[in-house]
């Protein structure tokens, strides 16, 4: 099974201040099967990026992800209010076929 | 747009069956596969398994022997059955839809999500 680790699990910022999250596999991912999500308490999930680093529609351009083999990364530019949540990483492929990492939550300051 | 809804008891005896549906509407639920994701609390995202609209199915080996998914395409509904539960199945069950861009394979969009309480 690939485990992901996201680091930090919690990140205490300020709006306007830049989020850098991690997101590190036990096992090489491809990067066509790596996504994010942002999830907010009573809301589902939203997909955020796909392929590691291709926004979802209707997805703001602060949002980045980047990274290859067992590291990735999620950037937030410049956060905005609504985007104190937490978010998970999620892989494709392995066995089980899908799998989360524990999720960061992104808190304000 | 798709829009999916969980329903189904809140509260389940320990070693009886969980039984969820999930109503799709905006869409029909033909051409995708359907799946179904919990979150214990406190804990990650677990993936539990997926249906295709043709009855196809794959379930994650560590609930495979307790869990059986269906689809009803006359409804635009799909369900899972997850049996001998127990305290550890305590989680909120959400219902998505697997989507393919390019070629990721991800959870989008999801339901609300329901809370399944296993206790006596």
């Known amino acids: 099974e690939i485990v992901l680790t996201q680091s930090p699990r919690t990140l205490s910022l300020s709006p306007g201040e830049r989020a850098t999250l991690s997101c590190r596999a036990t096992q090489s991912v491809s990067s066509s099967y790596l996504a994010w999500y942002q999830h907010k308490p009573g809301q589902p999930p939203r997909l955020l990026i796909y392929?590691?680093?291709t926004r979802a529609a209707g997805i703001p351009d602060r949002f980045s992800g980047s990274g290859s083999g067992t590291d990735f990364t999620l950037t937030i530019s410049s956060l905005e209010p609504e985007d104190f949540a937490v978010y998970y990483c999620?892989?494709?492929?392995?066995?089980?076929?899908?799998?989360f990492g524990q999720g960061t939550k992104v808190e304000i300051k | 747009q798709v829009q999916l809804q969980e329903s189904g008891p809140g509260l389940v005896k320990p070693s009886e069956t969980l039984s969820l549906t999930c109503t799709v509407s905006g869409g029909s639920i033909t051409s995708y596969y359907w799946s179904w994701v919990r979150q214990p609390p406190g804990k990650r995202l677990e993936y539990i398994g997926y249906v295709y609209y043709s009855g196809t199915t794959d379930y994650n080996s560590s609930l495979k022997s307790r869990v059986t998914m269906s689809v009803d395409t006359s409804k635009n509904q799909f369900s899972l059955k997850l049996n001998s539960v127990t305290a550890a199945d305590t989680a909120v069950y959400y219902c998505?839809?697997?989507?393919?861009?390019?070629?990721?394979?991800?959870?989008?969009?999801w339901g609300q999500g329901t809370l399944v309480t296993v206790s006596s």
């Open positions: 998505a839809r697997i989507s393919r861009y390019d070629v990721s394979k991800v959870f989008d969009p």
């Open positions: 392929g590691a680093s």
């Open positions: 999620q892989q494709f492929g392995g066995s089980p076929t899908w799998t």
